[in-house]
Each structure stands twice: as structure tokens, then as C-alpha cells.
């Protein structure tokens, strides 16, 4: 084995850092990572960014679990696997005996692979016999799910990455992608400075994207519905609207415009603040484009109407025509590397894989027949309802793998006192991350280059990741321990390499009827829906959309102002974002030695009117409090924002801006409405 240790091991694997889906082989020698080598990833080809390249060094971070902890007192002791599998056994046992099924929780991860969501949903249905189980997506992007559901069947990208080049026009909205999907951006960036790509920003805050684009518009928060739904009226007024495709394609379409009666030019201007001569513009550059992307992500989705922004935003593809075609239609950009595929294989408390539904007989008698169980029928809790069961003291235990729920989820105070009342808490993970504070018991979890699996990416795109080196110490693969708790409960389960996960999936899931592991070699990929001869769909909508008459649906929505709307007391609004070189709360890039020093704290954006009204200067400390909690963090001031508008960087683990952030969520998909957050602002004393 001295001299296997000496050789130098080359491994195709996915990076882990965003939903682009870059693929790669990285060299490795025993534990150590020589060097990360691009050259035929089809989303990436031969380039990746920081990220991707440098944010590696986590594998051998001081703080990866080694072993199973068991909380003792104030803090934890290591205990055996043996021990830890009968404490679950003997207390998932006593509850669920003493309390029924549904006093337990589940809650996936969108870091982990596509089989990992559906075993943990497996488990949850199967072996516990409860339908609450959901995943992270749930902070992010179920409203962009939602609002693409209901208008076209399906909510992925509706083409490929690279199709997004083939646009005459990219409408960029909430969305940061130079710095949260580089990749992906560069193609943008690209296609605009040598291809007359025409490029609109929509945002808050002026990225750098903002700065490139022909047109730059900075609606008030909470308002995008208003004028997407302007636009779109005003282009079928204006008898710009492609009505072959309509009538073809799309019902509903009388309904749609009655609803639209509101939202004239002159009622968009007030709502929005953007002046109605750019808005008809925007409108005349949509009609007039050869093919219209829309880039949306957060700035979208987390808000109390996300879904309806989403919803508005779908509708107006379909007035204009800009979907069934390359470089059309919606892209939701999803931020996790499987935000995606932990929705696809079922971790939701509503769907089995393939967002086949929990209460459709068919799809349950099936299976049951498969699996061999009786299955519960009635829809789950999601991630914000089993919060409020725990608090009700309904919901006794809650198990979460690979997600940092204190500081990921809106309004942290509320979420501790939630954990602090469990009965019985397990969290497994990489790393001993905020979360596990609270746990009863932590479970160590392999790293991605530790294990086998698939990931899918933001453009559908299933992608195999291969095991480069063995778990550290004794964590072991998230699919095993979760094996070896349902086979403790009963569950008489018999994988031996997820590509047996992957075979089952294929069976009972016609989205991936086509999925195997042979036709995932090396750098092969599959785009969903996978048909059962193994085609792929690159362009998710050819022949019409995923319902009975083959007929998208435009779908009406009514505005509705924000929940939390500034005040007196809480003067200014507060957005909230990513940085380029860190991945979400930082829970892995800020154990990579090199990229913490780069960008060592978050900070707060601050306008240059607001600075000199308030007489602060870069560099000062302010403390930022809204009525959920307060922060204290560095003064940036930058034109980037403007006026009453701060902007906070997500990446501390000390100050997180969840502390601020506060109950309210999306109407339809309780994504938390991160993005609607009153705040006021101090200026701290010098030090
Ligand atoms: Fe990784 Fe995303 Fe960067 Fe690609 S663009 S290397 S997937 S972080």
C-alpha cells in the first residue's frame, strides 16, 4: 500500500460549489489534492472559476467529523457507530410509538447526491411511515418551481447553458451570476461583448452585470411582478404579442388579459419606480428579440410573492413566444450543486421522485408494490411547518443531513428556540457546522470526493461524481448511514453502490426512466426527462408542455405589497447576497486555508447618500437591528446600492443576516421572504 499511496490517482468528479455543474478530474495523491484539471465538462468545457479550481482544502479541515458525537452536558463525546445506531433505533423507536409517525422529521440536503434525497425520502415514507420530509430548495427555490409548474409543467431550465448563447436578448433579474454562477456568466459576458447579444439587468443593486448592461433598472423591492406584468400587458396591447404561438400553444389566454387590466404603464411607474418610458422600452426589446432568456435566482424567489413573481415572469415568455425554441424561455438558477436533484428524488413532503404525487392512488400503489409497505397518504410537513410542529410540541425529533439550518434558514432566533425544544435532534454533516450545536447526536458524513453518486445540475444536466479517496476517520457516506438506520428499524434494505439506488429510481420514476450508471460513464450526461431507450431532453420543451392537451397555461396573479415594509422604527430596507469566492454561510470555504483571507468578514453595503446623511465612512462598524434580532458588522460604502437600499454579504458564521431576517414567507411554498427585511442602522463608537 506504500507504493498505491505514492501514485497519483485522476478521478472525474463535479463540483460541489454552485448549480452550474462544472465536471473535472482532480488529482489526487493519498488525501492530498494536486490539482483540479477541466477539459471536457459539458456545461464547463475546459474552464472552471475560483471556486471550483482553489476550494478543496475543506476535505482535510481540522473541524471534518471523524467520529459520532453524542451530546454530554454542554458538549459532546465521541461514541462508537454501534452505539449511535442503537440510541436512533431505541429513540425513533420510543417516539414514534408513543407519539405516531408524524412526530418525526427529515430533512435532506441539496449538497448531497440525487440518491441520498431518495433514500432519506425512502426512509421518511417507507420505514418511519410520515411524509415530512423536505430539503433546503425550500429556502431557495421552490417559488421558482412553482411559478414554472403551474404555466409550463416543469420547473427546470428550459434549455441548456450553452443554448443561452443562441439569445438575442438576456433579461437578467435578482439574480448575481457573476458571482454565483461564473461560468455560466461568461458565456453572457461573451455572447454580449462579440455577438450583439442585448443584455437587461432588473436588480436592487447595481453587480456587475448591472454595470454591462444596455439597459439597467432598479425596481423597489418586492415589486417585479408589477412590471413584468406591465410589460406584457403593454405588449399585447400593443399588438406585439406572438399570437400563432398562443393560439396553439397556450390556454387561458382571455383570462390572462382581463387580469392584466391593472397594470398599466402609469400604475407600474408608481409601484415600481421605474419610469414608464424604460419599461416600454424593455417591452419593445422583448417583442423585438430573436429569442429571450430570462436569469432569475433569489432576488426573485424570496419574497412573500415569490411565486407569483415567478408565475409573471413565466407568463410573459408565453405572450412573447420564448419557449420550444434554443436561446428561449426560463432559467431559475439554482444555487446548491443538487438543489435541483434533492427536489427530483423526492425529498419534499408532497412528491416522490419525479415530483409524482403523494396522494395520486396510482403513484402510491405502485410503490407500495415496489417497496413492499403501506404508505401515508396525506401530504407532509415542509421545512417552516415542521418548525412550527416542534414549537406546537407536536414534532418531537428532527433529523437533518447536510444543511446548516441555524444560519441558513430566515430568522435564526426563532429556529434555535425551535431545535432547543427537540426531544431528539440528529444532524450529520461534514463539518461540526452551527447546527450541530443544538443536535442530541452528530453523525460524520464523507465529502463528495469521498463517495460515489450523481448530481444534477441547474440546466437538468445528471452528472456522476466518482470516489477519488476513502472517508476520513470513520465518516461514512450519507446513503450508508442512512442504510444502516432503516435496516435498525426494519427496513431490510440491501444496497451495495448507489447505482443500485439509481436502478430502483429508473424503475419507478418515469422523469428518469432512462437513468443508469452505464450510460452516466466518465463524462456522459443526461439532461431530465430521460426516456426509457436512454434519449435526453437538452430542450425541455419540444412538443408542446407536460400536460394532458400538450397546452402551457397562462396563469393570473394579483399583486400583493410586501409583509415587512420599512417603518419609523425600522427606517431601511436590507437585501442580502453571495460572494464570488465563498460558498453560501461559508460552512466549507472558510475552512479552505487561501480563501478566508481573501475575504476575511461579511460587510454592509451602504450608499453613498445614506453614508453622508449618517456620517459613517468604510471601515466603521454599525450595528444593523431589525425586530427579529441585530448584527454588528463593517461599513462598505458603495454606489453598488442606492439611497435607503443596504446590502449584507451571506458569508459569516459570526453575524449572520439571518439573525435580521424575519417569519414571513412566500404564500404558496413558505420559501422564506428573505429579501423583505426592515432594518435600522447604528453607527458604533470608534475603536
Ligand atoms: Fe464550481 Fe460553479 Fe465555479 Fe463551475 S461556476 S467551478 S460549478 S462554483
Not at 49 to 74: M, Q, T, Y
Not at 487 to 511: C, F
Not at 560 to 583: K, V, W
Not at 620 to 632: E, L, N, T
Amino acid at each position: 500500500s506504500e507504493m498505491r499511496n505514492e501514485r497519483t490517482k485522476r478521478t472525474k468528479t463535479v463540483c460541489t460549489y454552485c448549480a452550474v455543474g462544472c465536471s473535472f478530474e482532480v488529482w489526487t495523491k493519498d488525501r492530498h489534492i494536486l490539482k483540479v484539471e477541466p477539459w471536457h465538462g459539458p456545461a464547463n468545457g475546459i474552464s472552471t472559476c475560483v471556486k471550483g479550481k482553489f476550494a478543496w482544502g475543506h476535505i482535510n479541515s481540522d473541524d471534518r467529523l471523524v467520529k459520532p458525537l453524542l451530546r454530554d452536558g454542554e458538549g459532546f463525546r465521541e461514541i462508537e457507530w454501534k452505539e449511535a445506531l442503537d440510541i436512533i433505533e431505541h429513540t425513533f423507536k420510543r417516539i414514534k410509538n408513543d407519539h405516531g409517525p408524524d412526530a418525526l422529521g427529515f430533512i435532506a440536503s441539496s449538497k448531497c447526491t440525487n440518491e441520498e434525497s431518495f433514500v432519506m425520502q425512502k426512509l421518511a415514507r417507507a420505514v418511519i411511515g410520515t411524509n415530512n420530509v423536505d430539503n433546503c430548495a425550500r429556502y431557495c427555490q421552490n417559488p421558482a418551481t412553482m411559478g414554472l409548474q403551474r404555466t409550463v409543467g416543469y420547473g427546470g431550465d428550459s434549455g441548456s447553458i450553452a443554448d443561452i448563447e443562441k439569445a438575442g436578448l438576456v433579461l437578467i433579474v435578482g439574480a448575481n451570476p457573476a458571482e454565483n454562477h461564473p461560468v455560466l456568466c461568461t458565456r453572457v459576458k461573451r455572447s454580449h461583448k462579440h455577438r450583439g447579444q442585448r443584455l437587461i439587468v432588473a436588480d436592487l443593486r447595481k453587480h456587475e452585470m448591472a454595470e454591462r448592461a444596455d439597459i439597467f433598472f432598479r425596481p423597489n423591492p418586492s415589486t417585479d411582478a408589477v412590471w413584468m406584468c406591465a410589460v406584457s400587458k403593454y405588449i399585447i396591447d400593443s399588438g406585439l404579442a406572438k399570437i400563432d404561438f398562443i393560439n396553439k400553444w397556450v390556454n387561458h389566454f382571455d383570462e390572462f388579459k382581463k387580469s392584466l387590466e391593472p397594470f398599466t404603464m402609469e400604475y407600474a411607474e408608481k409601484i415600481t419606480g421605474v419610469p414608464a418610458a424604460t419599461l416600454t422600452t424593455v417591452a419593445h426589446e422583448i417583442a423585438a428579440a430573436d429569442g429571450t432568456c430570462i436569469l432569475f435566482a433569489m432576488g426573485v424567489t424570496q419574497h412573500c410573492g415569490g411565486s407569483d413573481t415567478a408565475t409573471a415572469l413565466s407568463n410573459l415568455l408565453l405572450v412573447t413566444g420564448n419557449y420550444m425554441r434554443p436561446g428561449a424561455g426560463a432559467y431559475p438558477l439554482r444555487g446548491h450543486n443538487n438543489v435541483q436533484g434533492a427536489s427530483d428524488y423526492g425529498s419534499m413532503p408532497n412528491v416522490f421522485s419525479g415530483y409524482q404525487k403523494v396522494d395520486d392512488p396510482d403513484v402510491v400503489a405502485k410503490f407500495e408494490a415496489d417497496w413492499g409497505v403501506t404508505l401515508p397518504t396525506t401530504t407532509g410537513k415542509d421545512n417552516h411547518q415542521m418548525m412550527e410542529a416542534i414549537l406546537a410540541g407536536t414534532m418531537k425529533s428532527l433529523y437533518i443531513k447536510g444543511e446548516d439550518t441555524i444560519t441558513s434558514d430566515s430568522n435564526a432566533n426563532f429556529v434555535a428556540s425551535a431545535l432547543e425544544k427537540l426531544e431528539f435532534f440528529i444532524v450529520q454533516d461534514i463539518n461540526f457546522s452551527e447546527t450541530c450545536r443544538y443536535a442530541d447526536l452528530v453523525l460524520p458524513a464523507a465529502a463528495s470526493l469521498e463517495k460515489d453518486g450523481t448530481f444534477t445540475s441547474t440546466e437538468r444536466r445528471i452528472q456522476r461524481i466518482n470516489k477519488a479517496m476513502e472517508p476520513l476517520g470513520e465518516s461514512k457516506a450519507d446513503w450508508e448511514i442512512i442504510q444502516l438506520i432503516a435496516n435498525r428499524m426494519g427496513g431490510n434494505w440491501n444496497y451495495k453502490h448507489p447505482s443500485e439506488i439509481m436502478d430502483e429510481v429508473a424503475r419507478l420514476t418515469p422523469l428518469f426512466a432512462g437513468v443508469s450508471y452505464t450510460r452516466l460513464e466518465g463524462f456522459d450526461s443526461l439532461q431530465w426527462p430521460v426516456h426509457a431507450d436512454g434519449t435526453d431532453t437538452p430542450l425541455l420543451f419540444t412538443e408542446g408542455f407536460p400536460f394532458p392537451d400538450k397546452k402551457a397555461r397562462f396563469f393570473p396573479i394579483e399583486y400583493i405589497p410586501p409583509s415587512e415594509e420599512t417603518s419609523s422604527l425600522y427606517d431601511l430596507h436590507l437585501n442580502n447576497g453571495r460572494l464570488l469566492e465563498h460558498f453560501e454561510q461559508g460552512s466549507m470555504t472558510f475552512r479552505t486555508p487561501g480563501i478566508k483571507e481573501i475575504t476575511p468578514n461579511s460587510w454592509l453595503e451602504v450608499s453613498p447618500e445614506l453614508a453622508a446623511e449618517r456620517g459613517v465612512t468604510s471601515g466603521r462598524y454599525v450595528q444593523v437591528a431589525s425586530p427579529h434580532g441585530k448584527v454588528r458588522v463593517q461599513v462598505l460604502v458603495s454606489d453598488r446600492v442606492k439611497g435607503k437600499q443596504l446590502y449584507m454579504t451571506l458569508n459569516s458564521v459570526e453575524e449572520p443576516v439571518n439573525k435580521l431576517t424575519g417569519d414571513f414567507a412566500d404564500r404558496q411554498t413558505h420559501t422564506p421572504a428573505f429579501k423583505e427585511t426592515a432594518v435600522n442602522m447604528t453607527v458604533l463608537p470608534e475603536q
